[in-house]
């Protein structure tokens, strides 16, 4: 991956010489926003939000109250509460144009928004305690985003809103701590009034991703090659790849696909002109913790907690020598699934292992030409996804 950025990266400043890559695509002012600029910019309200978690992380949560469409009432409504996948924040949400992004077709269905951010991506990189320059900051996987950032953010929501109970949307890693505090956390499962899950990701036995090679590099080699803080933070690097190289036209299924070597790509339903965007926000971090979870859980092909590593640390952390496992069937919450069948992170054959352990399972759907990613920034995503997910948060609500 990296062999590829830098190659790409080179070709560029050739290109830039020569002139022989194409012209340049005009650039997307949303590359260089913030999250609440990205939402204002398409002239919808923006709020936003710092969340404190129980062991001292700062979140920072953003809000679209109410659409363009129903700005002159502005009482309460419904409210639904976007979560984002691995590596990702919540500009995943609002990363297309209006009529192509969930977040503003929901505020403009008459929804009052709101869009998370996990621990240690770009928005949520503070800690009461510990700076990010330090390891123990670092120190998280999936596990305390369910046990801690789930519960301080949708206890915010409830008592900011006044809403008893939220819809929820997660898309991949979101669908993972969803299902783990749902299951786990009853305080937490009865504020859900239904859980949306796109791609969803428990085990990963099947996975043909990036993860799946990273699973088979040995613990304290992954630690050489990737520290013990930060994996994968956006940098300049990215939005430099983003806005001066893969807006030029004929580089953009190359870097689509260093963009996508992690989930895959189908070239039929991404819209490369809003690459920029994409690139100019994502990766957006997580803890090298993280991924070395998911790699445990290439290798094990279990939903448990992180292994840390010996018998007597499992004891410390757990009680118990070896990590728990998390059973998805625990949990009640009415939930409707949608997976892509050419996913290679959350491959159809985990999903099948996983559908019949959702003891509430009210809808789902199995879009064969899709991918990780389409759920988010397919072209086709509403036709697909959105107006399903629309039409029934109205039925919902009746």
Same mark, same amino acid.
């Given at each position: ?10 070709i ?17 002012p949303?590359?260089?926003m ?25 979140? =920072? ?58 621990? =240690? ?9 510990f ?41 991949s ?56 803080k930060m994996?994968l933070?956006?940098?300049?690097f ?25 989930? =895959? ?109 389409d ?19 109205a039925?919902?609500?009746?």
């Amino acid at each position: 991956m990296w062999l590829l950025l830098t190659v790409t990266s080179l070709i560029s400043v050739v290109g830039t010489t020569h002139g022989f890559l194409g012209k340049i695509a005009p650039e997307s002012p949303e590359a260089y926003m913030n999250i609440s600029q990205m939402i204002s910019f398409w002239g919808y309200p923006s709020e936003n939000y710092d969340v404190v978690t129980e062991d001292g992380y700062i979140l =920072g949560i953003y809000r679209i109250p109410y659409g363009k469409k129903n700005a002159e009432d502005k009482g309460k409504r419904p409210v639904v509460f976007l979560q984002h996948g691995l590596l990702a924040s919540a500009t995943n949400w609002i990363a297309n144009l209006p009529n192509n992004s969930l977040a503003f077709i929901l505020a403009d269905a008459g929804y009052d928004v709101w869009l998370g951010n996990s621990r =240690g991506n770009t928005w949520s990189r503070r800690n009461l305690y510990f700076s990010p320059d330090t390891v123990e900051f670092w120190a998280f996987s999936f596990d305390q985003m369910a046990k801690y950032d789930l519960p301080a953010t949708i206890d915010f929501i409830v008592q900011k809103t006044g809403q008893e109970k939220i819809h929820y949307v997660g898309h991949s890693q979101g669908t993972t701590i969803g299902f783990i505090a749902f299951s786990t956390i009853p305080s937490v499962a009865k504020r859900i009034k239904t859980f949306y899950a796109l791609a969803p990701v428990a085990t990963v036995k099947y996975t043909t991703s990036l993860l799946k090679k990273l699973s088979f590099v040995p613990t304290f080699l992954f630690k050489i090659i990737f520290g013990n803080k930060m994996f994968l933070p956006h940098n300049f690097f990215y939005q430099f790849l983003g806005t001066e190289v893969c807006s030029r036209e004929m580089m953009d299924l190359l870097c689509s696909n260093a963009l996508f070597i992690m989930c =895959g790509f189908d070239s039929k339903n991404f819209n490369t002109s809003r690459m920029d965007v994409y690139l100019g926000h994502n990766p957006a971090g997580t803890s090298v913790q993280d991924i070395l979870h998911w790699a445990q859980a290439g290798r094990s092909g279990k939903f448990q907690a992180f292994d840390w590593g010996s018998p007597y640390l499992n004891m410390l952390h757990y009680n118990q020598d070896t990590p728990p496992y998390y059973n998805v069937s625990a949990m009640s919450v009415p939930t409707a699934v949608w997976n892509g069948g050419q996913d290679l992170l959350a491959d159809p054959r985990d999903v099948e292992m996983l559908l019949p352990k959702i003891s509430n399972l009210i809808y789902h759907k199995e879009i064969i030409p899709y991918n990780h990613l389409d759920f988010i920034w397919a072209m086709n995503a509403p036709q697909e996804v959105y107006n399903e997910i629309v039409s029934m948060l109205a039925e919902d609500d009746k």
